[in-house]
């Protein structure tokens, strides 16, 4: 029969397995690195991989294809409950690129920092050379140290085009969405923005895709709780700007949020 199924371009798919994840019928896997259609009587047309893929590999087409068999997709999704019970105990596994899976980071004051990380470099180093002028040397640099900030991200991963949509630390999220290089130009952004949010950055400029479908779905199928927008002054950098204020529109909530721009010169100008 001819009917509507989707199509994988391999050329575009990163193998990051996103799409997989958001295949409720487990139509697609990844072999080899890239994601395959495995069976096409489980993929029922409906898109839900679509919004997640970051590289737009994933289209519809209409060809002949096998009748989506409803029975057959129910009966794997009792046999992988049934899998998923008797392993519930065990890490989630990860099948895509390392670098996309979500995950929760726990911050913990009792980390060692950075600045303890070098004055045990430092003590180190005394030990070896076995100088009296090291040791003073190592009080200073300890001294110093302690005034850099810490980190204050709270998942990964951060890119717009990687992260999961229905990823877990969205519920209740203050959500942070900016510009790539306003990390970079200003120089608090950690305390200032980043601390007690959700982050997501990107591009306009540069990444071929277009933020406000993924943006969408991130504040549609989520409980999110502000909105804050942070861009660079550059007319480019509106484009983050504009994906986000639509997302917000189109997602049909009503949600509080401001906008920051940032000059290239690391001032906050609005």
């Keep these: 029969m001819i009917r509507k199924i989707i199509h994988i371009d391999e050329e575009k798919c990163n193998g990051c397995g996103l799409c997989a994840r958001a295949c409720h019928e487990s139509a697609i896997g990844i072999i080899d690195g890239k994601a395959k259609l495995l069976r096409e009587d489980y993929c029922d047309g409906l898109g839900d991989c679509l919004p997640a893929c970051p590289t737009n590999a994933i289209s519809f087409v209409e060809r002949e294809a096998a009748a989506y068999d409803e029975a057959a997709v129910l009966e794997i999704k009792k046999k992988l409950e049934a899998q998923s019970a008797d ?38 180093n005394d030990k070896n050379a076995g ?85 969408t779905e991130i504040i549609r199928q989520n409980n999110i709780k502000s909105v804050t927008i942070v861009r660079m002054e550059v007319p480019c950098c509106g484009g983050i700007q504009n994906a986000a204020i639509n997302a917000m529109k189109a997602s049909g909530k009503f949600l509080p949020w401001q906008v920051y721009t940032i000059s290239t010169d690391g001032r906050i100008l609005a």
């Design 131 to 215: 100088s009296a002028d090291q040791t003073a040397n190592t009080d200073t640099n300890t001294g110093a140290a302690s005034s850099i900030p810490e980190s204050q991200l709270q998942q990964w991963p951060v890119q717009i085009k990687l992260v999961p949509i229905n990823a877990p630390y969205f519920d209740g999220a203050d959500l942070l969405i900016a510009a790539d290089c306003t990390a970079y130009a200003y120089a608090n952004f950690h305390q200032d923005f980043i601390k007690g949010k959700i982050t997501l950055i990107g591009c306009p400029k540069l990444d071929s895709v277009d933020y406000s479908e993924k943006l």
């Design 87 to 124: 392993t519930n105990t065990a890490a989630p596994v990860h099948n895509g690129c390392p670098g996309s899976m979500a995950r929760r980071i726990q911050r913990n004051d009792n980390l060692p920092s950075f600045s303890s990380f070098l004055a045990k470099r430092h003590n180190n």
